[in-house]
């Protein structure tokens, strides 16, 4: 069965970091793009990060650019997402997705329609 977790959320103060790690069972990530993507209480998912199947390639939302870092080790079958410089605009419930691609090259992209599989979530939470 194919699954993604996620783990590392938590609650941090503004200005601080936390790294997710999104986590595959049940199949190889090697042939996957993979995003993440949020959801704050009443707001529509949206994407953050992406990295494509061979790691060339990483896509970030504006709001996190410059602070987030997308990266990823196919070998422990995990994604990660560095999260620095937190802000409160940054909680939310963060989720994992795959996207199976065919070529190395081929860009991830931040649309949610895109992907296939998801995890089920990690609570992020940026208070003082």
């Known amino acids: 069965q194919l699954q993604l977790v996620e783990a590392g959320g938590g609650l941090v103060q503004p200005g601080g970091s936390l790294r997710l790690s999104c986590a595959a069972s049940g199949f190889t990530l090697d042939y996957y793009n993979i995003a993440w993507f949020r959801q704050a209480p009443g707001k529509e998912r949206e994407g953050v990060s992406c990295?494509?199947?061979?790691?060339?390639?990483?896509n970030h939302a504006d709001s996190v650019k410059g602070r987030f870092t997308i990266s990823r080790d196919n070998t422990k079958k995990t994604v990660y997402l560095q999260m620095n410089s937190l802000k409160q605009e940054d909680t939310a419930v963060y989720f994992c997705?795959?996207?199976?691609?065919?070529?190395?090259?081929?860009?991830?992209?931040?649309?949610?329609?895109?992907?296939?599989?998801w995890g089920q979530g990690t609570q992020v939470t940026v208070s003082s």
């Open positions: 997705a795959a996207k199976p691609v065919i070529s190395l090259t081929k860009k991830c992209v931040l649309g949610p329609g895109e992907y296939d599989y």
């Open positions: 990295v494509s199947r061979g790691g060339g390639n990483t």
